[in-house]
């Protein structure tokens, strides 16, 4: 049985009613977009949606805590993970690897429970393979000048990284259009607005 059928073959709930099934909130940007921010606005807005964390074979930023932001592990887990099926997606971004756990999804949906993921447009399509009635979600910055001087301003980044992610953010925003939603972060309130808006009523409108 496959993810999609599993999802329409659910249990009879005690009650006489199918019970829900959650859903898959995948957002994806060019990094500078603001999507961290925008998604921890939106994750407190709405308590009941869980947030994916991945793991990832990249060092922590400074700050960053393993369990919250990323699990942060070596490269060799998360080969033997790749081998293991261990991962519902992975991509190796930057040159590193960062993937989402299959067994904290499945449990999560089983549960009911709507899961936001912060992934790259590669794990999104394997996602969307995986999964075919998830959302997706694209959050673009009001123009690549202002992508550039968010993640210079940022300081998180040397800037050979910074070209490297700038480089990408090109490719990834070229994505945009297999995405059903697109979020323009221009003003940060609106933004959350919108966000919250798609998650809280996926199929309006
Ligand atoms: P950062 O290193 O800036 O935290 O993230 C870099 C990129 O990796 C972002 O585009 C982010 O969405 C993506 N990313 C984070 N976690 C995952 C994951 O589990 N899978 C995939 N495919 N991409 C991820």
């Known amino acids: 049985m496959n993810a999609h059928t599993q999802q329409f073959n659910q249990p009879p709930h005690p009650n006489g009613t199918a019970a829900r099934h959650g859903r898959l909130f995948i957002v994806s940007a060019p990094s500078g977009a603001g999507k961290t921010t925008l ?68 449990r999560q949906l089983s549960e009911g429970k709507d899961i936001l993921m912060d992934i790259d447009y590669k794990g999104a399509r394997q996602i969307l393979d995986r999964y075919p009635d998830s959302i997706t979600i694209f959050i673009m910055p009001p123009s690549f000048e202002a992508l550039k001087n968010r993640l210079v301003h940022r300081g998180t980044d040397c800037p050979k990284i910074i070209a490297k992610r700038l480089a990408a953010a090109e490719q990834e925003m070229a994505n945009k259009k297999f995405y059903q939603h697109v979020v323009i972060n221009d003003a940060l309130p609106a933004a959350i607005q919108a966000l919250t808006a798609i998650i809280a009523h996926p199929d309006a409108g």
């Open 39 to 106: 998604c921890n606005a939106v994750l407190e807005k709405l308590p009941a949606l869980s947030y994916s964390i991945s793991h990832t074979t990249r060092p922590p930023r400074p700050g960053e805590q393993d369990g919250v932001d990323y699990f942060f592990i070596s490269e060799q887990e998360f080969k033997k993970n790749i081998d293991n099926h261990v991962w519902a997606e992975y991509a190796r971004i930057y040159d590193h690897y960062y993937g989402t756990s299959a067994r904290f999804i499945d």
